[in-house]
C-alpha cells in the first residue's frame, strides 16, 4: 500500500473517531453503532488490508446517509437534510476509493 494511502486512512480515521465522538455527546446512538462498524471497516482496510472493509465502509455510508437525512429533516428542511446527508456520509469512502483504487489489488 502506498505511503499516501496509508496517510489518508490514518486521518480518515481520525476524522471518524472525531465525528463519532460529536454523535456520541449529542445523544445520537444510531449514528455512533454505524459509525463504530464503519471504523472497523476502515481498520481491516489500514491494518489487515482487507477489501471487504471498504465494502463495509460504503454499506455504513449509505446506512448514514439515510439516518442523517431522516433524522435531520425536520430541522433542515428535505433538500438540506439530502444534501449535507450525502456529503457527509459520502466524503470519506469516495475519497479512500480513490486512494485504493491503485492499491486494490494488492488487498485481500
Same mark, same amino acid.
Given at each position: 500500500?502506498?505511503?499516501?494511502?496509508?496517510?489518508?486512512?490514518w486521518i480518515a480515521l481520525v476524522l471518524c473517531v472525531c465525528t463519532t465522538g460529536l454523535n456520541l455527546?449529542?445523544?445520537?446512538w444510531? !449514528?455512533?453503532a454505524i459509525a463504530?462498524? !464503519?471504523i472497523a471497516g476502515l481498520c481491516?482496510?489500514?491494518f489487515a488490508r482487507r477489501k471487504r472493509g471498504y465494502w463495509v465502509m460504503c454499506i455504513c455510508a449509505v446506512a448514514s446517509f439515510v439516518v442523517g437525512a431522516t433524522q435531520n429533516m425536520a430541522q433542515?428542511?428535505?433538500?438540506t437534510a439530502i444534501g449535507m446527508s450525502l456529503i457527509g456520509s459520502a466524503?470519506?469512502?469516495?475519497i479512500t476509493g480513490l486512494f485504493l483504487k491503485g492499491d486494490w489489488n494488492s488487498l485481500s
Open positions: 500500500m502506498k505511503n499516501a494511502t496509508k496517510i489518508w486512512l455527546s449529542q445523544g445520537r444510531l !449514528s455512533v463504530l462498524v !464503519s481491516a482496510v489500514l433542515l428542511g428535505a433538500l466524503l470519506v469512502p469516495v
